[in-house]
């Protein structure tokens, strides 16, 4: 986190795409070990349902796996078939592990995409923000990295933090009102908590 995140170029089943065109606006940037596999076909269907959310927030989404153009396109029609769901986003393919491997999804050695459950939040800078690895058993939460997308978001605007299990709207860290409390030679972090409007 906080490096620059490596750009590069793929076919997606909506073109060529090139990471670096995604400057400027947030970026959800996640993968998966296989397509048509029960844990991730689950995940696209709540990101394809939570798309709108995140566009309203500036936050584009961008999937990733080893297998073929062919098997993604495949794939989200079937997916858009049996929900009825469209898939608003576009879904890179990476063959060789070239891209996996240089985000760290993959360690040089390995021969097989089954580690590749990885997400990243990318900032309008280009900045990693914030990484997240499952196993493949362990479908992740799309609200979390909603949650997650929100609470950068506030605090890059805000001098603030936010506490445990924020959620918009509720109290976070005044970050300028912190004070330092070194009575008898211990020195405790004393923060106070205040309501702040939310974004607009």
């Excluded at 993968?31 to 689950?42: E, K, L």
Aim: charged fraction near 20%.
């Amino acid at each position: 986190m906080g490096d620059p995140a490596p750009d590069f170029s793929c076919r997606s089943t909506r073109g060529e795409i090139r990471l670096s065109e995604f400057r400027g606006r947030w970026l959800v940037f996640f993968s998966h070990p296989a397509d048509f596999t029960p844990v991730c076909t689950s995940e696209f269907v709540a990101f394809a349902k939570a798309a709108g959310d995140f566009d309203a927030m500036g936050c584009e989404l961008l999937g990733l796996s080893v297998d073929s153009l062919f098997s993604h396109l495949a794939w989200i029609r079937a997916i858009e078939e049996r929900f009825a769901l469209k898939v608003p986003f576009a879904l890179c393919e990476d063959p060789s592990m070239a891209v996996a491997r240089a985000y760290g999804m993959l360690d040089a050695a390995s021969g097989s995409s089954a580690t590749v459950r990885g997400l990243y939040v990318i900032d309008p800078a280009g900045t990693v923000r914030m990484a997240s690895f499952y196993p493949m058993s362990t479908g992740r939460s799309v609200a979390e990295v909603l949650r997650t997308v929100q609470a950068l978001q506030l605090s890059d605007a805000r001098a603030i933090a936010t506490p445990e299990g924020w959620q918009p709207g509720d109290a976070v860290i005044d970050l300028a009102d912190m004070t330092r409390d070194d009575d008898a030679g211990v020195s405790n972090w004393l923060y106070r908590t205040r309501m702040l409007e939310a974004l607009p």
